[in-house]
């Protein structure tokens, strides 16, 4: 009896311990995938799990990292997209050989409200940079019918993501088969 209490009450640590680290993988905005091929193109989704302290989301900012030279939001019922761009200090060459001159700096997603008890998804198609096993932060900022959450924190060279408090977004890139 008392070797399956024990067994038991391991299995039901086990099982806590791995809810509690789900419930913290979700605690914040995430991007899927979390790795993808460098120079080419990808379908991002932004998942944005809760509100502000128990308030509707009204707003996702997503900034997005250099390097990215094409970027098309997915368009949401309830939702207007906002695309802000900024000029390049040097053109690039594009991946059709055009020149590109103006890249989309912010994509902003304003609407709803999204409530607090459910979850959403906001996409990006995007042409990743070839950069292959660089990190991509989308730093993203969750405005909320009350209050803000800024999911912006980059680790510094040595530090981990886990280690981070309100961590931005992140993708892997990684060479192309």
Request: charged share 20%.
């Amino acid at each position: 009896m008392t070797r399956a209490l024990g067994s038991w009450i391991g299995s039901a640590v086990a099982v806590a311990a791995a809810i509690i680290s789900c419930n913290a993988a979700l605690a914040h905005v995430t991007v899927q995938p979390a790795d993808a091929p460098a120079d080419s193109y990808a379908h991002l989704t932004f998942t944005v799990p809760h509100g502000c302290n128990g308030s509707a989301t009204t707003a996702l900012r997503i900034k997005l990292p250099e390097g990215i030279l094409s970027a098309k939001p997915q368009m949401k019922t309830g939702w207007n997209v906002e695309i802000k761009s900024k000029k390049l200090e040097t053109p690039a060459q594009g991946p059709h050989g055009n020149t590109i001159t103006d890249v989309v700096d912010e994509v902003a997603w304003r609407g709803g409200p999204l409530p607090d008890s459910l979850y959403d998804t906001f996409g990006l198609v995007v042409r990743l940079p070839d950069q292959a096993g660089q990190n991509l932060y989308f730093s993203a900022v969750q405005e909320c019918e009350q209050g803000v959450e800024r999911w912006i924190e980059i680790p510094q060279a040595g530090q981990v993501l886990d280690g981070l408090h309100k961590p931005a977004p992140v993708v892997r890139l990684k060479a192309k088969r």
